[in-house]
Antibody, heavy 120, light 107 residues
Framework: EVQLVESGGGLVQPGGSLRLSCAAS????????MNWVRQAPGKGLEWVAN????????YYVDSVKGRFTISRDNAKNSLYLQMNSLRAEDTAVYYC?????????????WGQGTLVTVSS | DIQMTQSPSSLSASVGDRVTITCRAS??????LNWYQQKPGKAPKLLMY???SLQSGVPSRFSGSGSGTDFTLTISSLQPEDFATYYC?????????FGPGTKVDIK
């Protein structure tokens, strides 16, 4: 069974940093692209970043470029999101998601999400 | 960036109704269009990928169509568990933008 478990969320002051983790199990992690998607309270979904199988390709939404870094450790079956210079507008539930097998980059499996609150 | 719009933004329907949700892209995205269902407090669930492919385990009352810029998600006979918010997403080019969502609630 595919499982994705996010951790690392919490309350942080504006300008601060946080590192999210996503522990993957039930599949061969190193075979798949991975996504981070976020959802601000009461709002819609926003794709944040993705990373390819070996970490050599990374893409970001403009609003986080230069502040967030996606990475992975295939030996540890883990995905990360390093978030620096956090702003109030980064407050959201952050989901990690595994891409499917269809070469379509759809997010087939999702974690339960971790809440990041940026506030003083 | 590719902009995604959805219509309607919300709708009220009854069990057994046929429901259609429309998604439009600001430029051609071929068939790189996915649909997700989200219930309150839960992670999104993939329903359709590549515009018209039904995700494994999703009931056949869900169907998708379209290519280029115009897409639809149809629920042929709405069931109580289908009351939720539905999002389209393009995966043609990064950033992989989502539509604003369509909330389906009970009439």
């Amino acid at each position: 069974e595919v499982q994705l478990v996010e951790s690392g969320g919490g309350l942080v002051q504006p300008g601060g940093s946080l590192r999210l983790s996503c522990a993957a199990s039930g599949f061969t992690f190193s075979y798949y692209w991975m996504n981070w998607v976020r959802q601000a309270p009461g709002k819609g979904l926003e794709w944040v970043a993705n990373i390819n199988q070996d970490g050599s390709e990374k893409y970001y939404v403009d609003s986080v470029k230069g502040r967030f870094t996606i990475s992975r450790d295939n030996a540890k079956n883990s995905l990360y999101l390093q978030m620096n210079s956090l702003r109030a507008e980064d407050t959201a539930v952050y989901y990690c998601a595994r891409v499917g097998d269809a070469n379509n980059y759809e997010s087939e499996y999702w974690g339960q999400g971790t809440l990041v609150t940026v506030s003083s | 960036d590719i902009q995604m719009t959805q219509s309607p933004s919300s709708l009220s329907a009854s069990v057994g109704d046929r429901v259609t949700i429309t998604c439009r892209a600001s430029q051609s995205i071929s068939s790189y269009l996915n649909w997700y269902q989200q219930k309150p407090g839960k992670a999104p669930k993939l329903l359709m990928y590549a515009a018209s492919s039904l995700q494994s385990g999703v009931p056949s009352r869900f169907s998708g169509s379209g290519s280029g810029t115009d897409f639809t998600l149809t629920i042929s006979s709405l069931q109580p568990e289908d009351f939720a918010t539905y999002y389209c997403q393009q995966t043609y080019d990064t950033p992989f933008t989502f539509g604003p969502g369509t909330k389906v609630d009970i009439k």
